[in-house]
């Protein structure tokens, strides 16, 4: 059993930076491959970001290639999106997963546990 807390939204302007961060309590986040998506009002929940278990290993949604950064922390049991360069589009709610699978994945359906969401708003 995996708990994460997603922090650090709020809002800001068009090219700024955040830094999410999703802490996960249990004993298999290290096993865990995590992810982050984003779902705006009236829209389906779409991935963001993507690392395996280690760290070795990132995948991006082209939207945010180059922009934003996954990293994790296993030691501390924690999960960041930096997030910079932020655009209006960026706009959602943003939520932390974890996937058993351990490697990078994608794929909502393989993501077993989730947080309940920190919402971005970016200003023009």
């Known amino acids: 059993q995996v708990r994460l807390v997603e922090s650090g939204g709020g809002l800001v302007q068009a090219g700024g930076s955040l830094r999410l961060s999703c802490a996960a309590s249990?004993?298999?986040?290290?096993?865990?491959?995590m992810g982050w998506f984003r779902q705006a009002p009236g829209k389906e929940r779409e991935f963001v970001a993507t690392?395996?278990?280690?760290?070795?290993?990132?995948v991006y949604a082209n939207s945010v290639k180059g922009r934003f950064t996954i990293s994790r922390d296993n030691a501390e049991n924690t999960v960041y999106l930096q997030m910079n360069s932020l655009k209006p589009e960026d706009t959602a709610v943003y939520f932390c997963?974890?996937?058993?699978?351990?490697?990078?994945?994608?794929?909502?359906?393989?993501?077993?546990?989730w947080g309940q969401g920190t919402q971005v708003t970016v200003s023009s």
């Open positions: 690392i395996n278990w280690s760290g070795g290993s990132t």
């Open positions: 249990g004993r298999a986040f290290s096993d865990c491959a």
């Open positions: 997963a974890a996937s058993r699978v351990g490697f990078a994945t994608t794929t909502k359906l393989t993501f077993e546990y």
